[in-house]
């Protein structure tokens, strides 16, 4: 498997034009939000978050959302989120089937029920082949910042650092958490992924955004 990934990881950085671009987000209210679901009985990552807020931003940025194959490219209907998980055996990418209409709980549980299968060498053809798009976490490994291989045929990655706390002008502590677009210069010009990197950045900056729509007794029970 490690064989695999390694020649397949080489290929897609050789041949496709890898552009990249790089924004800071500050997640305070993330954080507090994370916070007062847990109290609530909702236990979310970070990671869920970012699934969620790179799904709605593909909503809006269909361009992102795209397939290269042979010399065409092609923009799928369906939002579906590979998510990087390590095993013992290598990397592996299972797929959160339409994430933009998954709420944070069912995201949630979508990830931890694949990462288990995933871990136990149980993951089935249909829940890690395909995906429109992956995210890429290792924050949780006190990474602050990288840049990750797209997985062909998709044309997008997102690399995701870890939290830390700089001080703003006025001096005060904020969270910060480093986040990298990898994506395919053939097929999404540099406004669009631009444009992707600020929607990403407005949602995981400002979290409640992200509650609005599908999730009302969420939103309810939290207060929004």
């Not at 990881?9 to 500050?26: F, M, Q």
């Not at 397939?67 to 799928?76: I, R």
């Not at 095993?87 to 931890?112: F, H, M, N, R, Y």
């Not at 990462?115 to 602050?144: C, I, W």
């Amino acid at each position: 498997m490690r064989r695999t990934i390694a020649k397949r990881l080489t290929e897609s950085k050789t041949t496709i034009p890898h552009a990249y671009g790089v924004t800071d987000c500050t997640i305070d209210k993330l954080i507090v939000l994370r916070k007062q679901l847990k109290e609530d009985g909702i236990k979310v990552s970070v990671n869920d978050f970012v699934i969620k807020a790179v799904a709605l931003a593909l909503q809006q940025c269909p361009q992102v959302n795209a397939l290269y194959k042979g010399e065409e490219v092609t923009y799928p209907v369906d939002i579906d989120i590979s998510v990087a998980v390590a095993t013992d055996a290598g990397l592996v990418t299972p797929i959160v089937k339409a994430a933009d209409a998954k709420g944070l709980e069912e995201i949630s549980a979508a990830i931890q029920d694949l990462a288990k299968k995933a871990r136990d060498g149980k993951l089935q053809p249909h829940e890690f082949q395909g995906g429109t798009f992956t995210v890429s976490n290792l924050g949780m490994y006190g990474v602050d910042e990288f840049s990750a291989i797209i997985n062909p045929p998709q044309c997008g990655i997102l690399a995701v650092g870890g939290s830390r706390t700089v001080l703003d002008d006025d001096r005060n502590p904020v969270t910060k958490m480093k986040i990298t677009l990898s994506y395919d210069g053939r097929a999404i010009d540099e406004e669009v992924a631009s444009e992707f990197l600020d929607v990403v950045r407005e949602m995981l900056e400002d979290p409640s955004v992200m509650l609005l729509g599908g999730q009302r007794g969420l939103r309810e029970k939290i207060g929004f």
